[in-house]
């Protein structure tokens, strides 16, 4: 701090890097939401970009543009809360004025031992994880709009999305052939692992999350859950289990067909979230 | 590209990681500088911090903020000129929607060999340097309010500044002690690198750039040369001219009392760059 740039020791593996900018009225509602949420959701969005990967972070850097009067102590909260649950430290950033609050983050991490997973690898035949039931991010938008208070567990869920490192990382040493981030809905994001892969899929189950809707499953966004495809199902379920992670839910199979695209036997939609308030 | 985060082979030496916001109404008037200006501004402006540590870009990643309607190739044209001439690859980016432009650039660098120069290892006694003469900037700006156009020398230098990278990378092989870029003046700026270490400066010489006045020589920003302190004067200078580069500009001592500090006998007050438009 207080450099032109602030410096690393050297990197443990690859290096990764993801950026990610979160607006005010865009991205978290000023009615229903405090400004602090803006900060801690814009770190640990970025960080999730990290986990999608199986990495681990070293370091963010955030530049936020802001008009005058705004509580910047208070949008710091919410991105030091982030950064030290994540175990990121912010270790440069930039302020400068504007109309609207904005938060770009900007994390680098570190794959140590093997590369990166790609959403490019998944192959036919691999069994399809997610590392949780979907929906909660959404469901908690909904009741928050309906009333509920902010330490509504559901609500919470969609305040302060936890990035899935440790299961990043399991599934990367477990040999997952590929992987991503939930931010989108799992309606539009495993289309887009499939695209990358060039295959097809059949989920044959969807984990819906207690309290929330088929639709919040599968079209709500910022779950920041991972969706993994693995040749290996067992050695997958071994490796978290010995880590003490929940256990990943099967949904389905990759295959080699890419126009097959099927949820339950229904061709599955392209359907996401949209960021609408 | 496409995955959730970009993966860069391993870093040589250090990593050095800086971001930098630039928005249209703050840092670039838009009324007179087409908007790929302020692509370009915000990617030079951060690799600046890089030459200024004496790093060389290994790569960067863009957030965008835009209303509908924005010309984003206009945009990315600047950005990508920037990126070109400073061999600093755009690995990935982010595009939200919002009421006023802004980009948010955050680069990455590496050290190889010895580590990177800080502002804090300036030593009495130390020789100071600038790479080249002080207020293109401030004049262009001005020049540009009076009429002149866009391809003007002075206008040329405010739109479009150039990362003096091979100059930070040869001042820290020559064993340079502290360095920094001009970003907010000399006037500013290098009360910050003495106050990092502990020391005043007595400068002697003042090198204004042709067509220049005095006060934006000295309270000018966005002019990105490098000032830098060494106890070896001549290999410095040696480095620069094996190098072929531009001979830097010596001018003036760096004293053991902080509370020294005098421009040509005078004490130089603390002033520099508000963005003023």
């Known amino acids: 701090m207080g450099d032109d740039a602030a410096v690393l020791a050297p990197f443990a593996g690859e290096a990764l890097i993801s950026t990610d900018v979160a607006v005010l009225g865009v991205h978290l509602a000023p009615d229903l939401f405090p400004l602090e949420d803006l900060g801690y959701k814009a770190v640990a969005s970025a960080v999730s970009d990290l986990a999608a990967m199986g990495g681990r972070p070293r370091a963010a850097v955030v530049a936020v543009a802001a008009p005058p009067g ?12 982030a950064a030290a649950m994540t175990n990121c430290p912010i270790v440069g ?46 469901a908690g938008l909904r009741r928050r709009r309906e009333g509920a208070p902010l330490d509504d567990p559901l609500v919470v869920a969609h305040r302060r999305p936890w990035p899935r490192l440790l299961e990043g990382l399991a599934a990367r040493h477990a040999g997952v052939n590929a992987m991503m981030d939930l931010s989108d809905g799992l309606g539009i994001d495993f289309h887009r692992l499939a695209d990358a892969s060039h295959v097809g899929f059949v ?10 809707t088929e639709y919040e499953a599968i079209g709500g966004g910022e779950d920041y859950e991972l969706v993994m495809t693995t040749a290996e199902p067992d050695r997958l379920l071994e490796m978290f289990d010995r880590r003490g992670l929940r256990m990943p839910i099967a949904i389905g199979l990759v295959v080699k067909d890419p126009s097959i695209r099927t949820l339950r036997n229904d061709p599955m939609p392209r359907s996401g979230w949209q960021h609408e308030l």
Request: with cysteine.
């Open 70 to 81: 705004t509580d910047l102590e208070e949008l710091h909260r919410g991105i030091a809360d």
């Open 203 to 212: 989920l044959t189950h969807l984990p819906i999350a207690d309290g929330c």
């Open 93 to 138: 950033g930039d302020l400068t004025q504007a109309q609207q609050v904005s938060v770009a983050v900007t994390v680098m991490g570190e794959t140590p031992g093997k590369g990166s997973v790609l959403r490019s690898g998944a192959r036919p035949g691999d069994t399809i994880f997610v590392t949780g039931p979907l929906g909660r991010s959404a």
